[in-house]
């Protein structure tokens, strides 16, 4: 598609922001040009760091808390908006400009439904009444495919599911039919069909009514899709643009081929132990079934996980993952089956559990942002599991924390007396591995630890827990729905479905044909690097059909 000058929507010049650090403005990003129009995706690519959303928030006339923006132009439809006053920029942003953020469940409010969060732009800016704008809101869920649109808006956030609130805002961003629209990693922490799903309905919306959009993304394979124009950024500096196909086949820049690369991690696939003294599993799920409530969302699940081997769960939301690790911790007793901790059943609440059997098992979370409490010191977060777990005070637990700091490859004169904020997303979830290797467990959880990060720094990730699992010995039950990763770490694969073990196996069964229906679509469904791919798999499945082919 060519573009000509009538349609630039955005056009950014020079653009400089800064950044308020131990009492000075630092500027982190540096001098960055950028042109947009009406109709076209431009995808902003690079690792944590790299500028990509605080660009994109430019963009919008706005900076975060801390932030300023020192030099340059932001001129959106002719408007300069580092001039604008602040009324104009809230009617602007609320009206002509909208933003999808990364974590729909952060961002929605918890007291009010749905619909009554989308219909309060058009509404205030009178642009729509109350019940026209509940009417386009139905109809925007049916354009995005949510089910049962006339009736889903009037739900709460808390009671739909990730990708449903992905796409809900999606239709919020919608409501005031936006001239652009960006989009901050909308589908980083979706499952593969899902993100297929959110990804074709954002297409969609572009598409049909002419919206520009900024697509900030770490993920090359879904930028490839939903990209016209992708610059790659680094440290706050462009490194390289060029139209997507261009850029695939041909970028020009070391960095740039670096991100293409990036996956290159494997690791080594172990044996089963079958006999001695390590034949007994460390965890083992026996004919588990769980509820909340009187909805049973487990359904006779089993698997074992053994010292030294990771255990990869995988499936889309809703499918059982994370109420497994609930069940294995304690948090959610089963209403069927056992729990067993190296051939000794435990009792099914936690609150039954010995200090001992607690300690045994531990989790790393999704998020570390919001599994991080702020306003401790990270020697306080490392320590407290160390005291409680095994009495350590003063020089002894220091020490035990300098070691941890250690471990986990950061240096602890550097960063004892820091806070989370003052932490990279990487560095935060390196705090939240050695926060539970802090209780010296024999089986960790690591619930979708690296869905947050970008590809680089999440390599970095995945060789730490391997490290770390082959120096203690560690069984590790990795819950994720990147089948990029479970190819990178995993020895054995469970797939659920709705509650159940569809299949399981070793990495490399589970890798090979002939697969059960449903891991045949998990692994048609991981985007690849071809800016058609998208296409010709709704092709292959019928856009129309596209939730049908996702439930199969």
Same mark, same amino acid.
């Given at each position: 598609?060519?573009?000509?000058?009538?349609?630039?929507?955005?056009k950014?010049?020079?653009?400089?922001?800064?950044?308020?650090?131990?009492?000075?403005?630092?500027?982190?990003?540096?001098?960055?040009?950028?042109?947009?129009?009406?109709?076209?995706?431009?995808?902003?690519?690079?690792?944590?760091?790299?500028?990509?959303?605080?660009?994109?928030?430019?963009a919008?006339?706005?900076?975060?808390?801390?932030?300023?923006?020192?030099?340059?132009?932001?001129?959106?439809?002719?408007?300069?908006?580092?001039?604008?006053?602040?009324?104009?920029?809230?009617?602007?942003?609320?009206?002509?400009?909208?933003?999808?953020?990364?974590?729909?469940?952060?961002s929605?409010?918890?007291?009010?439904?749905?619909?009554?969060?989308?219909?309060?732009?058009?509404?205030?800016?009178?642009?729509?009444?109350?019940?026209?704008?509940q009417?386009?809101?139905?109809?925007?869920?049916?354009?995005?495919?949510?089910?049962?649109?006339?009736?889903?808006?009037?739900?709460?956030?808390?009671?739909?599911?990730?990708?449903?609130?992905?796409?809900?805002?999606?239709?919020?961003?919608?409501?005031?039919?936006?001239?652009?629209?960006?989009?901050?990693?909308?589908?980083?922490?979706?499952d593969?069909?899902?993100?297929?799903?959110?990804?074709?309905?954002?297409?969609?919306?572009?598409?049909?009514f002419?919206?520009?959009?900024?697509?900030?993304?770490?993920?090359?394979?879904?930028?490839?899709?939903?990209?016209?124009?992708?610059?790659?950024?680094?440290?706050?500096?462009?490194?390289?643009?060029?139209?997507?196909?261009?850029?695939?086949?041909?970028?020009?820049?070391?960095?740039?081929?670096?991100?293409?690369?990036?996956?290159?991690?494997?690791?080594?696939?172990?044996?089963?132990?079958?006999?001695?003294?390590?034949?007994?599993?460390?965890?083992?799920?026996?004919?588990?079934?769980?509820?909340?409530?009187?909805?049973?969302?487990?359904?006779?699940?089993s698997?074992?996980?053994?010292?030294?081997?990771?255990?990869?769960?995988?499936?889309?939301?809703?499918?059982?993952?994370?109420?497994?690790?609930?069940?294995?911790?304690?948090?959610?007793?089963?209403?069927?089956?056992?729990?067993?901790?190296?051939?000794?059943e435990?009792?099914p609440?936690?609150?039954? +559990?010995?200090? %001992?059997? /607690?300690? *045994?098992?531990?989790?790393?979370?999704? =998020?570390?942002? $919001?599994?991080?409490?702020?306003? !401790?010191?990270?020697?306080?977060?490392?320590?407290?599991?160390?005291?409680?777990?095994?009495?350590?005070?003063?020089?002894?637990?220091?020490?035990?924390?300098?070691?941890?700091?250690?471990?986990?490859?950061?240096?602890?004169?550097?960063?004892?007396?820091?806070?989370?904020?003052?932490?990279?997303?990487?560095?935060?979830?390196?705090?939240?591995?050695a926060?539970?290797?802090?209780?010296?467990?024999s089986?960790?959880?690591?619930?979708?630890?690296?869905?947050?990060?970008?590809?680089?720094?999440?390599?970095?990730?995945? +060789?730490?827990? %391997?490290? /770390?699992? *082959?120096?203690?010995?560690?069984?590790? =039950?990795?819950? $994720?729905?990147?089948?990029?990763? !479970?190819?990178?770490?995993?020895?054995?694969?469970?797939?659920?479905?709705?509650?159940?073990?569809?299949?399981?196996?070793?990495?490399?069964?589970?890798?090979?044909?002939?697969?059960?229906?449903?891991?045949?679509?998990?692994?048609?469904?991981?985007?690849?690097?071809?800016?058609?791919?998208?296409?010709?798999?709704?092709?292959?499945?019928?856009?129309?059909?596209?939730?049908?082919?996702?439930?199969?």
């Amino acid at each position: 598609m060519t573009y000509k000058d009538k349609d630039l929507l955005l056009k950014i010049r020079n653009l400089r922001i800064e950044g308020y650090s131990d009492e000075e403005w630092i500027e982190i990003v540096h001098g960055i040009d950028l042109d947009l129009h009406r109709g076209e995706v431009l995808g902003l690519i690079g690792e944590s760091g790299a500028g990509k959303s605080t660009i994109g928030l430019a963009a919008m006339g706005f900076t975060r808390d801390g932030c300023r923006i020192s030099d340059g132009s932001v001129e959106f439809d002719g408007m300069e908006l580092t001039t604008t006053t602040s009324h104009d920029l809230r009617v602007l942003r609320g009206a002509r400009i909208a933003y999808v953020a990364q974590s729909a469940a952060a961002s929605f409010n918890p007291a009010h439904k749905l619909i009554d969060q989308h219909t309060e732009a058009p509404v205030q800016y009178r642009i729509k009444k109350r019940l026209e704008s509940q009417e386009d809101a139905m109809q925007l869920y049916e354009r995005l495919r949510l089910p049962n649109p006339r009736e889903i808006g009037f739900r709460y956030p808390h009671q739909v599911s990730g990708g449903q609130l992905q796409r809900a805002m999606t239709a919020m961003a919608m409501a005031c039919r936006p001239d652009l629209i960006i989009f901050d990693e909308p589908t980083t922490a979706l499952d593969v069909t899902t993100q297929i799903e959110v990804l074709a309905a954002i297409r969609d919306i572009v598409d049909q009514f002419n919206t520009a959009a900024i697509y900030i993304t770490h993920d090359l394979a879904v930028v490839a899709q939903m990209a016209d124009v992708i610059k790659v950024l680094l440290k706050g500096n462009e490194v390289e643009q060029s139209d997507t196909e261009t850029m695939l086949s041909s970028p020009k820049d070391d960095y740039t081929k670096s991100l293409w690369a990036v996956r290159g991690f494997k690791r080594t696939e172990k044996s089963r132990p079958t006999s001695g003294p390590d034949s007994t599993p460390v965890v083992s799920v026996d004919n588990v079934s769980a509820a909340y409530g009187n909805v049973p969302v487990l359904h006779d699940v089993s698997f074992d996980i053994y010292a030294g081997m990771t255990v990869a769960v995988v499936g889309e939301s809703g499918s059982g993952k994370s109420t497994s690790a609930r069940c294995i911790t304690g948090l959610l007793p089963p209403t069927n089956g056992v729990i067993r901790f190296k051939g000794e059943e435990l009792p099914p609440h936690y609150k039954s +559990r010995s200090k %001992d059997q /607690l300690r *045994q098992a531990q989790m790393i979370y999704q =998020m570390a942002d $919001t599994a991080l409490n702020p306003r !401790v010191k990270i020697s306080e977060i490392i320590g407290r599991p160390a005291q409680f777990y095994s009495g350590l005070k003063g020089t002894a637990l220091k020490n035990r924390v300098d070691e941890l700091l250690d471990l986990i490859e950061l240096e602890p004169g550097k960063y004892y007396h820091r806070y989370p904020p003052e932490l990279s997303g990487g560095q935060k979830q390196r705090i939240g591995i050695a926060r539970a290797l802090a209780a010296e467990p024999s089986f960790i959880i690591c619930d979708e630890v690296t869905s947050a990060l970008d590809q680089l720094v999440a390599e970095g990730i995945l +060789r730490l827990l %391997d490290r /770390l699992q *082959q120096d203690l010995n560690l069984a590790y =039950m990795f819950i $994720t729905h990147d089948l990029a990763t !479970v190819r990178s770490i995993a020895d054995e694969v469970v797939v659920m479905k709705e509650g159940r073990v569809v299949e399981q196996g070793s990495k490399s069964t589970m890798f090979t044909p002939p697969h059960h229906p449903y891991t045949d679509l998990l692994l048609s469904s991981v985007p690849e690097m071809d800016p058609n791919w998208l296409t010709t798999l709704l092709e292959e499945r019928g856009v129309d059909n596209l939730g049908e082919a996702a439930n199969l």
